[in-house]
């Protein structure tokens, strides 16, 4: 099975300048989550969706960042404009709940962002 | 708020069994994750437990819960090189669908 596909894998890109990162969740899930991993401050949740629609965005850092999800298996994570303080990891992940399971949460391989 | 507490840094033997512990604060917490971290890759899910067991066994991975304590903790028996990594604790807040990571536990497994 595929698990979440992210793109890019990596990218640099100047300040100012508006990012778009990719997600695809593995098909059947239902839930999708965007975190951001630094050094200073670890792994932070930034929003999640269940079903298409944004549950928690508490996590979002400021309005230049925004998330949709126009379907089940597409989700885009944009930061606009960019500054260096945004360089960080960003995963995608995705789950789906069973009953008497929980919810086990699969990771992407992240998309390394470096803004200079 | 929930908070996710690790130690930082684990060395170990090639051979030698590891244990990595973390505390957690969120008492509703109904499932609580392991999670490993190799350089450049994502997060691979280990083992979860469930907040009403106390033992979960998976080859050479033992995970124990201290629900009066709040402190999880995942023994790697027989470790090996390749389980040098970065492994992450996380709990899930109960009633909600996202976790909250702890900072990460750096093991060195040296030969």
């Known amino acids: 099975d595929a698990g979440v596909i992210q793109s890019p894998r990596h990218e640099v890109t100047e300040m100012g300048q508006e990012v778009t990162l990719r997600c695809k969740p593995i098909s059947g899930h239902d839930y999708l989550f965007w975190y951001r991993q630094t050094m200073m401050r670890g792994l932070e949740l930034l929003i999640y969706f269940n079903n298409n629609v944004p549950i928690d965005d508490s996590g979002m850092p400021e309005d230049r960042f925004s998330a949709k999800m126009p379907n089940a298996s597409f989700s885009t994570l944009k930061i606009q404009p960019s500054e260096p303080r945004d360089s960080a990891v960003y995963f995608c992940?995705?789950?789906?709940?069973?009953?008497?399971?929980?919810?086990?949460?699969?990771f992407g391989e992240g998309s390394w962002l470096t803004v200079v | 708020g929930e908070d996710v507490e690790q130690s930082l840094f684990l060395s170990v033997r090639e051979g030698d069994s590891s244990v990595i512990n973390c505390t957690y604060t969120?008492?509703?917490?109904?499932?609580l994750y392991w999670y490993k971290q190799e350089p450049g890759a994502g997060l691979q899910l280990l083992t979860y437990i469930f907040s009403n067991m106390d033992m979960k066994q998976d080859q050479r991975l033992t995970v124990l819960l201290n629900k009066k304590d709040k402190h999880l903790s995942l023994r790697i028996a027989d470790t090996q090189t390749g389980d040098s990594a970065i492994y992450f604790c996380a709990e899930m807040e109960g009633g909600f669908q996202k976790l909250v990571f702890g900072t990460g536990t750096r093991l060195l497994v040296s030969p």
């Open positions: 992940a995705s789950s789906f709940r069973v009953v008497g399971r929980g919810n086990t949460i699969y």
């Open positions: 969120d008492s509703s917490s109904t499932y």
